[in-house]
């Protein structure tokens, strides 16, 4: 046989192995039977546990047993954590002179301290919550040859460990997402908006109500957004993906908990600045928006860029990024990602963005609103809707009683691949 016949062979093997799931499995497999203490992998929805990758993502990092510990960690230490940053500042009051001390308390300020632990001690009953509920969703989901693993994970938790996890200082953003998303004011505000351009463009799609078209909505946060549109069109399957295992956990409690619980947050209590009076810096917001999990919803944890919808191949794909592309390092993967879906289609893929092109930490690239959409055009996508909003108050997060006000403008955009 020719030689470069053989190589070409050969390249082309290795090609399809490197992509190949059952290939990954295999080495995994391979590197943890060399382990005293294999990883462990976490498989949603149902919080499964595998020694083998995810079924919906080929790639298990940052949804492992270990990374799901330091979330657990995380917001176990949240109320340590939190109450030692605020206690600085009353250590920070107590240098003054005793006139300055007593002035102070006089106009209330040191009483606006401790009313600021009590806050910080509400919020932490949510996030200890959302831990209780948690373990107990391990416990259902685990057989018995996981039970050592799931052992350690409790006595990590338990104790009186006053570790901090890795993401402690996040927990409180992931509260204020639960506000968003699940308080009626808050989601009335900033949420509603964005649902009803979503709404108004999946409307216009053929049989998008339907078992044969799925909805992939990456970066979903607390998961509102995919709960809601799996509400509106209950035929449809829908994906919800979240690579923060603090969001995803609040959006797993949220869609599981107990409603009759009440629940009530204090989003801006340790946000000292812009603030009109201590009530309002205090201000609880209860999450009484009950929800339920659809059927149709399946929310998965783990990286979008390493997402597969399975085997199945849909008559038609529906992606909904809201306030999601701009958050990446490298903008051009989330776009190549969104359009590699084509082959799980026999019809089209339809991509609905909303959001303010705001980008985070270092990226590759940071594209004018002109510059992306002639980029997404000449990857061959076909723009059907196009839409600059400036003069609406897109809030994000934002205080409607502070001094700072904080909106965006939004680019929406609906694009269709053929």
């Known amino acids: 046989m020719d030689r470069s016949v053989v190589i070409v062979c050969l390249t082309f093997l290795m090609s399809y192995l490197v992509r190949s799931k059952w290939f990954k499995n ?12 294999p990883s462990v ?10 020694r083998h990758l995810p079924q919906h993502f080929n790639a298990s990092e940052g949804c492992d047993l270990q990374s799901l510990t330091d979330v657990l960690q995380s917001l176990v230490s949240y109320r340590t954590y939190e109450s030692g940053r605020n206690e600085r500042l009353m250590a920070r009051v107590k240098l003054l002179g005793e006139d300055s001390i007593n002035t102070l308390n006089k106009v209330g300020y040191i009483s606006k301290i401790a009313e600021v ?28 040859e996981y039970r050592d693993e799931v052992a350690r994970v409790e006595g990590q938790l338990a104790g009186g460990n006053t570790a901090i996890g890795p993401d402690t200082h996040r927990v409180n953003e992931a509260l204020s997402h639960l506000c968003r998303d699940y308080n009626t004011l808050f989601n009335e505000r900033e949420i509603q908006p964005i649902m009803k351009y979503i709404y108004g463009q999946m409307d216009g799609i053929d049989a998008v109500d339907s078992p044969q078209t799925l909805v992939v909505v990456p970066g979903s946060g607390t998961g509102y957004i995919p ?10 399957q829908v994906h919800s993906i979240e690579l923060s295992g603090l969001m995803y956990l609040c959006n797993s409690y949220m869609l599981g908990r107990d409603t009759t619980e009440r629940l009530s947050i204090r989003p801006f209590c340790q946000f ?24 149709n919803l399946r929310s998965l944890w783990g990286n979008f860029l390493e997402y597969t919808p399975g085997t199945t191949r849909y008559d038609d794909i529906v992606v909904v990024t809201a306030y999601f592309i701009d ?11 969104i359009q590699s879906l084509r082959q799980y289609t026999t019809g089209k893929v339809h991509w609905i963005n909303v959001g303010p092109l705001k980008y985070g930490t270092h990226p590759l690239v940071q594209f004018t609103v002109d510059e992306l959409q002639q980029y997404i055009a000449l990857q061959g996508w076909k723009h059907v809707d196009v839409s600059l909003d400036r ?25 269709v691949l053929e």
């Open 26 to 37: 295999l080495i995994l497999n391979a590197k943890e039977s060399g382990r005293t203490l």
């Open 41 to 50: 992998n976490v498989d949603t929805p149902g919080l499964q546990l595998t």
């Open 117 to 144: 632990q009590n806050s910080i001690s509400v919020n932490a009953t949510v996030a200890e919550s959302i831990v209780e509920y948690t373990l107990a969703q391990l416990h259902k989901s685990h057989n018995d």
């Open 227 to 236: 709960y809601a549109i799996a509400q509106q069109y209950t035929s449809a």
């Open 272 to 295: 000292y600045s812009g603030q009109e009076n201590a009530v309002k810096q205090t201000q609880a917001y209860e999450i009484n928006l009950d929800v339920e999990k659809p059927a």
């Open 327 to 337: 958050t990446a390092a490298n903008m051009l993967e989330y776009i190549a990602q």
């Open 391 to 415: 003069n609406t108050e897109s809030g994000y997060l934002t205080n409607p009683d502070s001094l700072y006000q904080g909106h965006y403008g939004l680019y929406k955009f609906h694009a």
